[in-house]
T-cell receptor
Framework: DGGITQSPKYLFRKEGQNVTLSCEQNLNHDAMYWYRQDPGQGLRLIYYSQIVNDFQKGDIAEGYSVSREKKESFPLTVTSAQKNPTAFYLC????????????FGEGSRLTVL | AQTVTQSQPEMSVQEAETVTLSCTYDTSENNYYLFWYKQPPSRQMILVIRQEAYKQQNATENRFSVNFQKAAKSFSLKISDSQLGDTAMYFCAFMKPHSGYALNFGKGTSLLVTP
């Protein structure tokens, strides 16, 4: 089935460690996005990519990094510079029609101890 | 910057009744898209309904309909004949033109449908 796969679903890390969250899609979508979700805050855009080898900062990019070496993959690294990394992270993609519909993965819950 | 405001953090409705969720937004754009997404306890985001700003007719999807007031920058969601499965977080979203077609989300409304 076509869709977006995020892994791992749950992740625990010690403070000061970098962490990479995986996002893979087989929808042949050009655009991919990373959002962060905190209680009472809605979804906030971290990074997005419209095409391979290109990506743009979103509203809360500080302390995060991404790469887009393949169309199917858009991994997110949460670096030690991110002051409050504990959150739920959602990856999404959209197709060329640009009607705005995003297809979401099931999310990754990161807890920093 | 576009902002999306959902003024109702929590709402409750009885099964089979109708409920309306509010959303307002701020933009200087003339062409844009608006969305309502549903996030059930499984946390999987699901598109409920989409509205194109240049269309005056309000979008409808089965029991879900919107009241789109462009001049007032208001985009409310009406759920008719509420069902227990409608219990979820509901997010209003605005599509940012010229920003990679990313969505700008409100903070959400938690809807509880009771028997």
């Amino acid at each position: 089935d076509g869709g977006i796969t995020q892994s791992p679903k749950y992740l625990f890390r010690k403070e000061g460690q970098n962490v990479t969250l995986s996002c893979e899609q087989n929808l042949n979508h050009d655009a991919m996005y990373w959002y962060r979700q905190d209680p009472g805050q809605g979804l906030r855009l971290i990074y997005y990519s419209q095409i391979v080898n290109d990506f743009q900062k979103g509203d809360i990019a500080e302390g995060y990094s991404v790469s887009r070496e393949k169309k199917e993959s858009f991994p997110l690294t949460v670096t030690s510079a991110q002051k409050n990394p504990t959150a739920f992270y959602l990856c999404a993609s959209s197709g060329k029609s640009h009607t705005g519909e995003l297809f979401f993965g099931e999310g990754s819950r990161l807890t920093v101890l | 910057a576009q902002t999306v405001t959902q003024s109702q953090p929590e709402m409750s409705v009885q099964e089979a009744e109708t409920v309306t969720l509010s959303c307002t937004y701020d933009t200087s754009e003339n062409n844009y898209y608006l969305f309502w997404y549903k996030q059930p306890p499984s946390r999987q985001m699901i598109l409920v309904i989409r509205q194109e700003a240049y269309k005056q007719q309000n979008a409808t999807e089965n029991r879900f309909s919107v009241n789109f007031q462009k001049a007032a920058k208001s985009f409310s969601l009406k759920i008719s004949d509420s069902q227990l499965g409608d219990t979820a977080m509901y997010f209003c979203a605005f599509m940012k033109p010229h920003s990679g077609y990313a969505l700008n989300f409100g903070k959400g409304t938690s809807l509880l449908v009771t028997p």
